[in-house]
């Protein structure tokens, strides 16, 4: 029986530390020309640079430059005028050069801030997530471990490397101690990851795509006494791979820890892998001794001197905040703060925008993402983004039930349809034969069949007892499988009885 | 004087995997303490505005186009590795870490 959520808060006070890795969309790597194609057959996008050759030399990307220092402007950073790679070294076979390119004590962006905004029960709360710095790195190669059962390295024989994604340009973000976020941390790691990945985006320096990786998350917990000021040991979650991820893993490891420190154990520094099938994590590797990466200042390659009417060209050029283009958003659709919540909660603000840029009205549109397609995502414990369902597909159905020609059910039934697989709106109307049923002659058929089978019924409404008229309407609903327009049914009905 | 103890020997030789015995300890913590004196005299003569050169050369701001250039074939790729499979390099079991 785990601790609940409410006892561990009773009694700590949890502290927070994000760390985000972002690998940014640049056509080439970072220090050589290979491409950058996810998903490409394996170690088919390498050279003897990022192979670590004998004698291969490395050049910056500019481009990586350019957006590192757009991501340290964005995210309220100062930018240094001066920074240097330096060589992390380490062993492990993920880099073929047995180090790292990084950057160590001279990072490219320091000191910056991102606010946060979180609904809660006491109304919308807003964060302040300082950033203690922004750096450059190179992406690693990705191994396979064969011979296990599990896939893990434990147990295996031995491991198989693709150096594809080794020296794609990495960016690290690494946040503060976030303090006094209390009972909110999950929420408040949740929502901060949600909006850099919303900054990343409208910079367009990233796909931002979690579940393919070019946008990583560690969640660094601790706890302490509530009153005390004597930080927990604190244990690194990494593997979290969606946003939903972020906001489990931190709440899972307070709990985690509450249960350890109640029994009087100790918490080890160590890293966790978080389980995206039991919302736990489980122990990496131990970082109770400190790591010696015997970093030193990269030789190969030259010191970063942004220059500053660069960097004052890149500031003027920055695209409008996100926040504040949700602000905008809010304003044009009318919609309640409490709403507008809910579909940043639902990580839909941005399909709910697709969709209305395709012409559907904006409350509609909100209605179909927040209603019948996010209750589907939650069945199958997925996010609406995910459905193979478009906004091109929800923009056609809500033009479809404007003309008339769906109702609100039958357009339920295209919507789930689309999303089991049988193809675009307009295929799913064609093959199920989907169609309001519009005409007089059908429906004045079904209507006199409803009349015939409950007569006293009918003879209510023609003696003015209209709320009657619903069982009649009813019948002839069922008579035409839903098909029909019910608006259009009360009046042909209504009319055909004299009222 | 710069001074390199056995202990910091046998730590750089853990950190570096290199397997040494008790004896080659103690014969690398000497020499390598004689290396370390003749570049540490290079901090006699460096004043307190020389700060520690990273590169020799006055270079900054390097750059390459964000272009992509021909990768090497797969094959010309694997041909130095030991072993391989799968298109992939072939390595031996990872001992005791994870990443």
Request: glycine share 6%.
């Amino acid at each position: 029986m785990s601790l609940k959520y409410e006892d561990v808060i009773a009694k700590y006070e949890p502290v927070l530390g994000l760390e985000v890795h972002v690998e940014l969309g640049t056509a080439s790597k970072m220090f050589c020309g290979c491409n950058t194609i996810f998903g490409a057959e394996p170690n088919t996008q390498t050279c003897p640079v990022c192979l670590g050759l004998p004698g291969a030399l490395p050049v910056v990307n500019e481009k990586a430059i350019e957006y590192t220092i757009m991501i340290g402007l964005a995210l309220n950073c100062s930018i240094a005028p001066f920074s240097r790679f330096a060589r992390k070294n380490y062993f492990y076979p993920d880099m073929p050069k047995n180090f790292q390119t990084s950057q160590y004590d001279e990072p490219i962006c320091i000191n910056g801030f991102l606010d946060v905004e979180i609904d809660t029960d006491e109304g919308i709360k807003k964060f302040r997530v300082e950033i203690e710095r922004v750096h450059m790195e190179e992406d690693t190669g990705k191994s396979l471990h064969m011979g296990g059962a599990t896939g893990r390295i434990h147990g295996a024989d031995y491991s198989l490397l693709d150096y594809n994604r080794a020296g794609i340009p990495l960016v690290e973000i690494v946040t503060k101690i976030v303090p006094g976020t209390g009972k909110y941390a999950p929420e408040v790691a949740r929502a901060y990851v949600a909006e850099l990945r919303d900054i990343l985006r409208s910079l367009n320096v990233s796909d931002v795509k979690m579940e393919q990786g070019s946008l990583r998350c560690d969640a660094n917990v601790s706890l302490r006494l509530i009153g005390s000021d004597v930080l927990g040991t604190r244990s690194e979650t990494k593997n979290v791979n969606s946003l939903r991820s972020v906001e489990r893993a931190v709440r899972g490891e307070m709990i985690r820890h509450a249960e350890l420190l109640n029994k009087g154990e100790r918490v080890v520094q160590e890293t966790r892998h978080f389980q995206e099938d039991t919302g736990l994590t489980r122990s990496g590797r131990s970082k109770e001794q400190a790591e010696d990466y015997r970093y030193f200042p990269e030789p190969d390659l030259v010191p970063i001197v942004p220059d500053a009417t660069w960097i004052e060209t890149l500031r003027a050029a920055l695209p409008e905040k996100p926040s504040t283009h949700r602000k905008r958003l809010q304003e044009a659709w009318s919609v309640p703060d409490k709403e507008m919540a809910s579909m940043i909660n639902a990580d839909v603000l941005e399909i709910v925008e697709a969709t209305v840029n395709l012409g559907a009205d904006p409350a509609k549109a909100r209605g179909w993402w927040l209603g019948e397609i996010a209750r589907i995502a939650n069945e199958k414990d997925v996010t609406a983004a995910d459905l193979p369902i478009t906004p091109k597909d929800v923009a056609e159905i809500v033009a479809l039930v404007a003309a008339g020609e769906l109702t609100d059910k039958l357009a339920r039934q295209v919507i789930e349809a689309v999303i089991a697989g049988e193809g675009r709106p307009s295929e799913v109307i064609e093959t199920r034969g989907i169609k309001v049923v519009s005409d007089d002659g059908a429906l004045m058929a079904a209507i006199e069949k409803a009349i015939a089978a409950q007569p006293e019924v009918a003879e209510k409404v023609r003696g003015g007892n209209l709320p009657a008229a619903g069982a009649l309407i009813g019948a002839v609903m069922k008579e035409t499988e839903g098909q029909a327009d019910a608006a259009k049914v009360r009046e042909l009905l209504l009319k055909h009885l004299g009222q | 004087m710069a001074e390199i103890s056995r202990d910091d020997v046998a730590n750089l030789a853990r950190l570096a995997r290199i397997d040494m015995a008790p004896a080659e300890l103690d014969h690398l913590a000497s020499e390598l303490g004689v290396i370390l004196n003749a570049v540490a005299r290079v901090q006699e003569v460096a004043g307190q505005n020389v700060p520690p050169t990273s590169h020799p050369l006055p270079l900054q701001n390097v750059y390459r186009k964000d272009e992509v250039t021909p990768s090497l074939t797969p094959e010309a790729a694997l041909s130095a590795a030991p072993a391989s499979e799968e298109q992939r390099f072939k390595v031996p079991k990872i001992l005791g870490e994870e990443a």
